[in-house]
């Protein structure tokens, strides 16, 4: 969670879905429960500070799989996280 994964590219929620889908052997719908499932684990163990700043990194649709309304789009870029 601390390391930046370095991307090439921003993945939309839904592609991110559609990646994992597979390798879950799972369906579209069964990936996005699992999905928010982990998501909103992690979320309990980190704690609402971290995860309001998570899904504001990320492409829109994120923040529904942390547990968390959709409401604005993210910033145009994302400060880093300090702990």
């Known amino acids: 969670m601390r390391a930046p994964i370095p991307v090439d590219r921003a993945v939309a929620a839904s592609a991110f879905v559609e990646a994992i889908a597979p390798n879950l052997n799972t369906t579209l719908a069964g990936a996005r429960w699992d ?3 982990v998501l ?3 979320a309990d163990l980190v704690g609402d500070r971290l995860t309001d700043h998570l899904p504001a990194c990320l492409p829109r649709g994120y923040a ?3 547990g968390r309304a959709d409401l604005t789009p993210p910033p145009d870029s994302c400060r880093p996280w300090r702990l």
């Open 35 to 37: 999905a928010a499932c």
């Open 40 to 42: 909103t684990a992690i």
């Open 64 to 66: 529904l799989l942390f």
